[in-house]
């Protein structure tokens, strides 16, 4: 990510993938992705947030602060209050929209953005990565002008939603054609975000109506099942998300309900995907609750996928995925597809998939592996190799930045919350072999209530006669 002034425009920037004339890497034929740059550049900017609270490094303060400004700008380029746009560039060398000029959503800026281009059209999962990844910037890094202009922008952008039935308007103040509803986790996270950073009652009481309002079809709309096998990019969305509703409710009865809902309907269909990313959002949430089952495994095949990252350049190429086991449903869905309508097959898509993910260097490398299936069993259809095309990393860095940051880099059980004394337990309740209460009578017991069935001592000694009486003068019954 660059940013430069032209002449008397404002300086623009944001994250994108280039294109070169050779594998040499020196001179860029032309810039792409523009169309989700509000997306990557916030996530690149959470990394480098999340490098500078790991290090101090003043290069990713840098960073961080350059990608808020260019956030800036995606919104003010549009010239309507509240609205954000995909991307800004100039308009005097051409590198920077040979590949999007064509679309419906370029347009050309006005104003003091004169001499530059933007994308309009803007979409649910662009407001997915400027709300949340704000809000991990705002929390990470100490800058005050910069918190100050983050929750200028996250206040202006929450009242257009908020008064406007929760829908992207554009321009003409009519709703996008992409994905312009903002619901269900997408609500909820939005919500407490403004509620965290401008910290009014106000903006709690938005939090809590939200909340109530949303909380009944949350199960519905959380449903991860169809991304599994279809727009699998959502699930990166849900996990956004979730990743900041498990960060910053602080109300334990709700966090709880949330995850419940995360746990069922959403973690079932990622867990078996080697999506290190994903695993650090579940491992963030189930932590606060104590609630974590098979943490350390979770963490050491996080730090064996992130091995498997290629090394730069970080350009497409094509793999061969080894044979693997066929996913039932998949099978199912795709023999169901054949017998539907060409026009259906067409739009519904649906693939043979492995049961279990790949393994990442198994897999064909794109623009973010988070949003990108680990289930496909064959690449495609972009060309088998095209090592000009460099891809940002930015997917990479999320996982890496996020793992150190939480220690989930260094493979370690979870403890469970208080009241369980097992030395290496990481449930709810104590995972001592012979042990059936919600409390903890192993040797070290510290519970106020047993389960013995006779004993009814109010502090347990585990060392009741048969007879059900509590005699510590009888042999063995030292309280231990």
């Given amino acids: ?22 594998t040499t890497y020196t001179e860029i034929l032309y810039y792409r992705g523009q169309g989700d740059s509000t997306m990557w550049t916030s996530t690149y900017g959470a990394t480098q947030a999340l490098r500078y609270a790991v290090t101090g490094e003043a290069a990713a303060k840098a960073n961080t602060i350059a990608v808020v400004e260019t956030l800036r700008d995606h919104l003010r380029v549009t010239r309507t209050e509240g609205y954000v746009g995909r991307y800004v560039g100039p308009l005097d060398n051409p590198i920077f929209w040979l590949d999007v000029f064509q679309l419906d959503e370029f347009r050309y800026g006005e104003g003091i953005w004169l001499g530059t281009f933007y994308l309009s059209n803007s979409s649910s999962d662009q407001y997915d990565g400027f709300f949340n990844n704000l ?41 996008t054609t992409a994905a312009p509803q903002i619901a269900g986790s997408e609500r909820i996270s939005f919500a407490l975000i403004a509620a965290h950073i401008i910290d009014t009652p106000e903006y709690w009481q938005l939090y809590e109506d939200v909340y109530e309002d949303q909380i009944q079809t949350l199960p519905f709309s959380s449903v991860a099942f169809w991304n599994r096998y279809t727009e699998y990019f959502a699930m990166n969305l849900k996990h956004l998300n979730y990743f900041t509703i498990f960060r910053l409710e602080p109300d334990e009865e709700r966090l709880r309900e949330l995850f419940r809902i995360y746990m069922q309907k959403v973690r079932p269909w990622v867990e078996d995907g080697r999506q290190v990313y994903f695993d650090y959002v579940y491992l963030t949430g189930c932590e606060r609750l104590g609630v974590c089952e098979g943490s350390y495994g979770i963490m050491e095949r996080g730090v064996n996928s992130l091995h498997k990252f290629r090394e730069w350049p970080n350009v497409q190429w094509f793999v061969t995925p080894p044979p693997a086991e066929v996913d039932p449903i998949s099978q199912w869905l795709v023999d169901l597809q054949e017998k539907l309508p060409a026009f259906l097959q067409d739009l519904l898509g649906f693939e043979l998939q492995a049961k279990q993910g790949y393994d990442l260097d198994e897999r064909c ?112 019954g030292c309280g231990c």
């Avoid at 705002?138 to 829908?167: C, F, G, H, P």
């Avoid at 680990?374 to 690449?379: L, Q, R």
């Fill in 135 to 175: 809000a991990t910037i705002y929390d990470l890094v100490d800058d005050a002008a910069t918190r100050q202009l983050i929750k200028s922008m996250i206040k202006e952008v929450i009242d257009k939603l908020a008064a406007n039935r929760w829908l992207i308007l554009n321009e003409e103040g009519l709703p």
């Fill in 365 to 476: 490398i794109q623009d973010y592996m988070w949003q990108r299936s680990p289930y496909k069993m064959s690449c495609g259809p972009f060309p088998l190799d095209w090592p000009e095309h460099m891809l940002p990393g930015a997917d990479y860095l999320m996982a890496y930045w996020l793992g150190r940051h939480t220690g989930y880099l260094t493979p370690h059980d979870i403890d469970a919350p208080p009241g369980d004394d097992d030395d290496d337990n990481d449930d709810t309740t104590d995972d001592d072999a012979g042990d059936d209460d919600a409390g903890d009578d192993d040797a070290g017991d510290d519970d106020a209530a047993d389960d013995d069935t006779a004993d009814d001592d109010a502090a347990d000694d585990d060392n009741d006669d048969a007879a059900g009486s509590d005699d510590e003068s009888e042999q063995g």
């Fill in 1 to 22: 990510m660059s940013r430069r002034r032209y002449g008397t425009c404002p300086p623009t920037g944001g994250l994108v993938q280039n294109v070169y004339t050779d």
